[in-house]
């Protein structure tokens, strides 16, 4: 079995307390960056999610590991009731809060702490659950996924957009160089944090994408999968049903 990779190397400390404190400590420059260094392709893609999403016009939606709302935000366009944003980092949380409050819209988007592994929330509360750049951290996917699917409703839709890895040349050539080299040090420069733009890529690499990720929606109980590659492959929409 492949190591496990962690923000930390030398932390003896779970991959969840890693991972909370790696995002609390970027917390305040993450959007920054993430707008930066993906030269806002991030936008598209959670859009792209949002407008798959539109098709089933879910009322209750869960966005899980949403750090600081962007997904949740984005999905406002579809006028839902109520959309629940859970995360394991306070830090991301509370620039999530600060967003939501600045845009007026704290009585239809909540975000609360909360483990993805352990959800706060009955069977069957939500008429979809949405998770970007998010299942990769998860410490165990497979808790993860089946706490996801346990939560939603029946005939309900889960979305997850993650990074993959381009496979054609010259895009991977390119995006190995970008992702691996330049990448973390920008990170580390604006971040102040030496491991988490590290974390990114090796996280990335070891992540079990495409079809080997189709499988584990399946053995959860999730049917009807589907894979959308997005941007020369190096990002992923999943799509899946309960
Ligand atoms: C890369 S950020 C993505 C945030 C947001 N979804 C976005 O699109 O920008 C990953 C987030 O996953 C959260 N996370 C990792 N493991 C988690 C878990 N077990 N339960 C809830 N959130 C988790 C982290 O705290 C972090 O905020």
């Given at each position: 079995m492949s190591e496990k990779v962690i923000p930390y190397k030398n932390s003896t400390d779970s991959k969840k307390n890693q991972v909370a404190t790696m995002f609390n400590n970027i917390a305040k420059k993450y959007d920054f960056l993430n707008h930066f260094l993906s030269m806002g392709i991030d936008k598209l893609w959670r859009n792209k999610?949002?407008?798959i999403l539109k098709k089933h016009q879910p009322k209750i939606i869960l966005d899980v590991a949403t750090g600081t709302g962007d997904l949740a935000i984005t999905a406002l366009k579809?006028?839902?009731?109520?959309?629940t944003g859970i995360d394991i980092s306070t830090g991301m949380l509370e620039?999530?809060?600060q967003k939501i409050k600045k845009r007026g819209v704290e009585d239809i988007i909540e975000l609360l702490e909360g483990d993805s592994e352990n959800i706060q929330f009955p069977n069957h509360s939500f008429d979809a659950a949405i998770v970007a750049f998010g299942v990769r951290n998860f410490e165990n996917l497979q808790k993860g996924l089946s706490e996801i699917h346990r939560v939603l409703k029946p005939g309900s839709v889960f979305i997850v957009l993650e990074f993959s890895k381009p496979n054609k040349f010259p895009i991977k050539q390119v995006y190995n160089m970008y992702f691996t080299n330049i990448l973390p040090f920008i990170g580390k420069l604006f971040s102040k944090d030496n491991s988490?733009?590290?974390y990114l890529p090796q996280s990335v690499n070891a992540f079990p994408e495409g079809t080997a990720f189709l499988e584990k929606l399946k053995d959860v109980g999730f049917h009807n999968v589907k894979e959308n590659r997005l941007s020369f492959g190096i990002a992923s929409i999943y799509v899946a049903e309960k």
């Open positions: 999610v949002v407008s579809l006028k839902p009731k109520k959309i620039i999530g809060k988490a733009y590290t």
